[in-house]
């Protein structure tokens, strides 16, 4: 079935460190990927999407490109801030015409030190 | 203007109680969604609606019941209350097919 696996946290990095997160999917079909962010006490926020192979999604200084070779679709930032603190959850939309809705990771605590 | 809205932001309870979640999007969606969120915040799908109609059910106990009165709507019913219950529950919205989906802010639900 499908799913996806992202790194266990928590990360603790130090101000203006470089970030990255992984994630790899298994699934049917071509999925589109995801990634969530949920700042402490909201809801998930869109971070970045990407819906097909080689696709790079970018947004507020993170990217993730759609790897299918290697099934991957991991986060990376060049130099993270305080308020980058957050859980990250990669997510895949389910193949086979179901809606769309999404498989989550497990997510990944992030803490970021001044 | 909020996207999507959950009321109520905290809900505590007693076991065996009835309760309800609301849900409202004015995003225009045809599909709505919830999501629950435990402990070790791992988030899964339960229910997806489109249009009104049920799509996805999950392997929720049937204590759960969705509803949806219009396609802006999806409200969630939970009866008899266990403590299992006890998690933080998201409504969503979004697209068909592959569309990302906006999340409500949640409903913390505690079960004493």
């Known amino acids: 079935g499908n799913s996806v696996t992202q790194m266990e946290g928590p990360v603790t990095l130090s101000e203006e460190a470089f970030l990255t997160i992984n994630c790899t999917y298994t699934?049917?079909?071509?999925?589109?990927l995801f990634w969530y962010v949920q700042y402490p006490g909201e809801g998930l926020q869109l971070l970045l999407k990407?819906?097909?192979?080689?696709d790079k999604g970018s947004n507020k200084g993170f990217e993730a490109t759609y790897r299918k070779e290697t099934t991957s679709f991991h986060l990376e930032k060049g130099s993270v801030q305080v308020s980058d603190s957050a859980v990250y959850f990669c997510?895949?939309?389910?193949?086979?015409?179901?809606?769309?809705?999404?498989?989550f990771g497990k997510g990944t605590k992030l803490s970021v030190k001044p | 203007d909020t996207a999507v809205s959950q009321t109520p932001k905290y809900l505590v309870t007693q076991m065996g109680n009835d309760k309800s979640i609301k849900c409202e999007q004015n995003?225009?969606?045809?599909?709505m969604y919830w999501y629950k969120q435990d402990s070790k915040k791992f988030l899964k799908i339960m229910f997806s609606?489109?249009?009104?109609?049920?799509?996805i059910n999950e392997t929720v106990p049937n204590r759960f019941s969705p509803k949806s009165p219009d396609k802006a709507h999806l409200n969630l019913h939970i009866n008899s209350l266990e403590l299992g219950d006890s998690a933080v529950y998201f409504c969503?919205?979004?697209?068909?097919?592959?569309?990302?989906?906006?999340f409500g802010p949640g409903t913390r639900l505690t079960v004493l």
């Open positions: 969503a919205s979004g697209g068909s097919g592959y569309n990302e989906q906006f």
């Open positions: 699934a049917t079909g071509y999925p589109s």
């Open positions: 990407a819906t097909k192979a080689d």
């Open positions: 997510a895949l939309s389910r193949d086979g015409g179901s809606q769309g809705n999404l498989i």
């Open positions: 995003l225009g969606h045809d599909t």
């Open positions: 609606y489109n249009n009104k109609e049920l799509i």
